[in-house]
């Protein structure tokens, strides 16, 4: 099996969207670059240390997850049925949108904080308090936890009304 590798510049933003069997990776001065894959496929893409652009990230079944230690100008991933995962990771603005999926972020470091999803759960764990943020479910429970001893659990049940 071939495993693609490429470097992007320092200086673009990138978004990358995984839709069926293709990754399409555009820049922000219009270049795009479109990859085939199999549905088994896993794009793990690298970016430098301190990556302070816009990054975008859209899959339709996938997750996409943000390991430990990078840091992001802003951040935007969307799915409809994977999840959402960062670790310890920090970034001017975090957008995680799924429809099914789970948004699991674990001591994360950001000034603004937008966490959606329609049926999934969300499981969010904050070292501080973001300037500004919004967390909403349909369907799915939603937890909050910051540093000091704060712990937010909001649950959804079955026939009581909200």
């Not at 820049?27 to 302070?52: C, F, G, K, S």
Request: some cysteine; proline content about 4%; hydrophobic content about 40%.
């Amino acid at each position: 099996m071939t495993k693609p590798s490429g470097k992007i510049p320092e200086d673009h933003d990138v978004t990358l969207t995984l839709d069926g069997e293709l990754l399409l990776i555009k820049y922000d001065d219009h270049r795009a670059i479109e990859m085939p894959v199999n549905q088994q496929a896993l794009a793990t893409i690298y970016l430098p240390e301190n990556w302070e652009r816009i990054v975008e990230a859209q899959t339709l079944s996938g997750n996409v997850s943000a390991n430990a230690g990078l840091s992001f100008g802003s951040l935007t991933a969307h799915t409809v049925s994977g999840n959402i995962i960062a670790t310890e990771v920090s970034c001017g603005v975090l957008t995680a949108d799924t429809i099914s999926g789970d948004v699991l972020l674990s001591t994360v470091r950001t000034e603004r904080l937008k966490a959606s999803t329609v049926s999934g759960d969300s499981s969010i764990s904050l070292p501080i308090q973001p300037r500004e943020m919004s967390l909403s479910s349909i369907s799915g429970d939603v937890a909050l936890r910051m540093d000091g001893g704060y712990q937010f659990i909001f649950k959804k049940h079955i026939g009581q009304s909200a």
